[in-house]
């Protein structure tokens, strides 16, 4: 269970905290890298920029996807995730503040594998990142990685 | 007079010459034929007086039976051509009468002459005979030439007759064409003038109408065809003046409702960059002071004492209430801008589902539902449906108090429209303020007591009101509220 990491891309440093501490006290203690903007998700996952070094065959097993993000947005990162071959694969549950009906259409229509609300209630909250570990790192079964592919 | 009259007029006054003309025609040709029998009847009396001379030569010549004979038959037809009728004048009859008495006298003479001869052929030689022979000769000669005299007396009557007759026929053919002439130009000048002139300012109007003043009339008061026709353009000239008012007022209208739709569409966009927002940014802090609060309580429990507690937990369910606000403004705001899908819907069966969900969830709570059947409302389902979980689960919450609750959905008719009703025996309300009860973040009572945040009847009015339908309250303290809406 250790090598299931979670891609945690999230902007607002008050809510990688909560989201953090909410998956350490449902004792989901798999490793959760954040990327702060949708230029650095998207390093991270195609190993460029300062994720140069990293292999890109390592990838997370579920992205927890802000829509709201600094450079580029939180579609844009998931359009990018299902336009190529190496991630289009990739679960992305979409963990945002916005329940509009606009960006939960948009979001199911580019592929996102699920769609979260974060509720204001941290007990709620808290519930919701529970059910998500369990359901995404224990319950579900990736995809395989592909062969050959880069 | 119309047109048409004058036309007519113009055609029979144009027949009526001809016609005129005509029987002048006849009426001069049968004169002429009368005048052309005199002159035969005239040349017949002078050849036959002329043969009755030679023939009296003749026997005078040869004595004999023969000659005297061939006189007297001339004798009797010039006699007969005398009788006949063909002369009337009193000049010709006393022409007439003469030749008749010469004729006579010619006769006795011839008479006398013819029976000497025969007494006294053998006494020729007797003097007394001859010269009586003489005399009778001479006589008959003179009564011959006068009689030859007055036929051609008669003939010249005759003559002068004709050309009387002909003379006369000529100047009447001439002054009826002129006087006819004269009434066909005036008639068909005053139909010219009756036309040209009116349809002149016809033409002139219909340029200056069609050239896009509809305001001017043509105003002509003749009582013909071209009067009613003017008359009839400025019918349609005013009536088409109306209709093009109208148009330019709608078209005004078009121009300042598209301008009032771009503003409601900009003032839309606005109120959804808001609203998305509001649902993402206000949120966001509410959930660090709720989940940081909540850390607080949980992390450092020993070194808080009682009140400390008790202010984090304020603190969070002020930050959880204030999500739930934040949450229903959005419903709010969805509401109003939410399209519009219509349809039938059974408003009946939407009842029963509401109240089975409500029934299931908290199940301590006794209600007797009471709904009617088999009612339906054309509307847009999604809202509609909101509107009825909104006052359904008003009546819910506001019977929770009571022991046992009724709850009623129905319909009436008030002023021959379909009102339908939510109606329960709950908590009511002071009908004193029955007008807060639809503004938004409205209480009537207190949170300690009932929860919510007052926007579910603002809510179910603006629904309502987007299907152009009307509600309304009626309630008392601790005796139940009833909800009239119509769609």
Not at chain 1, 88 to 104: H, N
Not at chain 2, 48 to 56: A, R, V
Request: include cysteine.
């Amino acid at each position: 269970m250790n090598d299931r990491t979670i891609l945690l891309v999230e902007d607002n440093p008050d809510d990688v905290e909560l989201t953090l501490r909410a998956l350490k006290k449902n004792n989901i203690l798999n490793s959760v890298t954040v990327a702060r903007d949708g230029v650095e998700a998207l390093d991270y996952l195609f190993a460029t920029g300062a994720y140069s070094g990293r292999d890109v065959k390592k990838l997370p097993t579920v992205v927890l996807l802000d829509l709201k993000l600094p450079k580029i947005d939180g579609m844009e990162v998931l359009k990018s995730i299902r336009s190529d071959d190496r991630t289009k694969l990739l679960p992305v549950v979409i963990l945002t503040s916005s329940k509009e009906e606009k960006d939960l259409i948009n979001g199911y229509k580019l592929g996102a594998n699920s769609y979260i609300q974060k509720p204001v209630d941290f007990e709620q909250f808290t519930e919701a990142v529970r059910q998500l570990g369990l359901y995404w790192l224990l319950l579900n079964e990736p995809p395989p990685i592909e062969k050959g592919s880069l | 007079m119309s047109i048409k009259t004058r036309l007519k007029i113009n055609t029979i006054a144009s027949v009526a010459a001809v016609i005129i003309t005509g029987v002048v025609f006849i009426g001069a040709n049968s004169q002429m034929e009368k005048v052309s029998r005199k002159e035969t009847k005239t040349a017949v009396l002078v050849k036959g007086i002329t043969e009755l001379e030679i023939l009296t030569y003749d026997y005078l010549l040869h004595h004999e039976k023969r000659s005297e004979e061939q006189w007297k038959m001339r004798y009797d037809s010039l006699q007969n051509s005398l009788l006949s009728g063909e002369f009337k004048e009193p000049a010709e009859l006393a022409v007439l009468e003469r030749v008749n008495n010469n004729l006579k006298g010619i006769k006795y003479n011839f008479s006398q002459l013819t029976e000497g001869y025969r007494n006294g052929q053998d006494r020729l030689s007797n003097k007394t005979t001859i010269e009586l022979q003489e005399r009778l000769i001479s006589q008959m000669m003179l009564s011959s030439r006068e009689a030859v005299s007055d036929s051609f007396k008669l003939n010249e009557l005759t003559h002068r007759e004709r050309e009387n007759v002909r003379q006369k026929s000529n100047m009447l053919t001439g002054f009826l064409i002129s006087v006819l002439a004269v009434v066909i130009t005036s008639i068909s000048f005053l139909i010219n003038r009756t036309i040209s002139e009116p349809l002149r300012k016809l033409r002139e109007g219909t340029e200056v109408v069609g050239s896009g003043n509809l305001a001017y009339r043509i105003n002509m008061d003749t009582k013909d065809e071209i009067g009613q026709l003017s008359r009839s353009f400025d019918q349609m000239t005013e009536r088409l003046k109306r209709v093009s008012v109208s148009r330019d007022e709608l078209v005004k209208e078009n121009i300042k409702r598209r301008q009032m739709g771009n503003a409601l569409k900009a003032a839309n966009r606005e109120l959804e960059a808001f609203s998305y927002s509001v649902s993402h940014d206000l949120r966001a802090p509410l959930r660090s002071i709720d989940g940081f609060s909540r850390a607080l309580l949980e992390d450092y429990l020993d070194r808080l004492d009682e009140k400390g507690k008790d202010y984090l937990n304020r603190v969070c369910r002020a930050s959880q209430r204030m999500g739930q606000l934040i949450d229903d403004m959005l419903i709010l705001s969805r509401v109003v801008r939410a399209e519009m899908h219509y349809e039938e819907v059974d408003l009946s069966a939407m009842a029963r589902e509401i109240s089975s969900n409500l029934g299931n969830s908290r199940s301590e709570h006794r209600v007797e539902f009471i709904i009617q059947e088999g009612l339906t409302a054309t509307g847009d389902a999604r809202l509609l449906k909101m509107a009825m979980e909104n006052l359904l689960g008003n009546a819910w919450k506001f019977t929770e108090k009571h022991s046992s609750a009724k709850i009623e959905f129905g319909a009436k008719r008030e002023n021959g429209k379909q009102v339908f009703f939510v109606r329960d025996d709950g908590a009511g309300f002071d009908m004193a303020y029955v007008n807060k009860l639809f503004q938004p973040f409205q209480r009537l009572h207190e949170l300690a007591e009932f929860s919510g945040t007052g926007v579910g009847l603002a809510n179910v009015k603006r629904i309502i009101q987007r299907h152009g339908g009307d509600i309304w309250a009626e309630g008392a303290i601790e005796r139940g509220a009833a909800f009239y809406f119509s769609i």
